[in-house]
């Protein structure tokens, strides 16, 4: 079992539909990200939570540190959203290294 | 402001020959980055963490012998892929993470990783 696991792997919307991707984890962290990866291959870093709540834009990421899961909402989705979406955490120790989930395939249709 | 360059974006080379791949933070020091590689479909494997001066801590199963790192400065790590094979064929992705005050200090900025295919 990872321990990150993300679901769903792949999600098809259509354009304007509200979208949530979730995360779970089993370790214990420090920090959690939510990295977005377009077909290209780069990797641009939505957000980093350690609780609570981010929005940016259309964007909303939430963090539940007793029940180790995250969320990640897109509002009004669009075509551009398309991308795999990747959740990503910090472990709690002294290291700064990151755990990646699987990521989740995104589709939005026209 | 936090670019991370690499170069080259995509690479074709021989077997038995070998491949640097430069990573550079632009506009920020970058005093740790990670080196990941990315099968098609799966997600990042950290493979590396070089800090700048010291040498590379590898990761478990990484050959530090056929994947050396070097972080000579504070703006540019390098992996060389010595003696490339077709299994090694990958994408290559590094991150840079940096102690200045005026950026998120928790936050790793990814470069836009590196194609490269062994014939």
């Known amino acids: 079992k990872n321990e990150v696991e993300q679901s769903p792997q792949n999600l098809t919307a259509q354009e304007g539909e509200f979208i949530t991707i979730n995360c779970s984890y089993s370790?214990?962290?420090?920090?959690l990200h939510w990295l977005q990866q377009h077909p290209g291959g780069g990797i641009v870093s939505l957000f980093m939570l350690s609780s609570g709540k981010k929005k940016h834009g259309r964007l909303i990421a939430t963090i539940n540190i007793q029940e180790k899961h995250s969320s990640l909402h897109i509002t009004a989705s669009h075509p551009r959203d398309s991308a795999v979406y990747i959740c990503?955490?910090?472990?709690?120790?002294?290291?700064?290294?990151?755990?990646f989930g699987t990521g989740t395939l995104l589709a939005v249709q026209p | 402001g936090a670019v991370v360059s690499q170069h080259p974006s995509r690479v074709i080379c021989k077997s038995g020959t070998s491949v640097k791949i430069e990573c550079r933070s632009l506009d920020f020091q970058a005093t740790t980055m990670f080196w990941y590689r990315q099968f098609p479909k799966q997600s990042l494997m950290l493979m590396a963490t070089?800090?700048?001066?010291?040498?590379?801590?590898?990761e478990q199963g990484v050959e530090k012998d056929k994947f050396l790192i070097n972080h000579a400065s504070l703006t540019l790590s390098t992996l060389t892929v010595t003696s490339a094979h077709p299994e090694d064929s990958s994408f290559y992705i590094c991150?840079?993470?940096?102690?200045?005050?005026?950026?998120?200090?928790?936050?790793?900025?990814f470069g836009p990783g590196t194609r490269l295919t062994v014939l």
């Open positions: 991150s840079a993470q940096t102690t200045s005050a005026s950026l998120s200090t928790d936050t790793q900025y």
């Open positions: 990503a955490v910090r472990w709690g120790g002294a290291t700064n290294k990151l755990i």
């Open positions: 070089s800090n700048e001066g010291s040498k590379a801590t590898y």
């Open positions: 370790v214990g962290i420090s920090a």
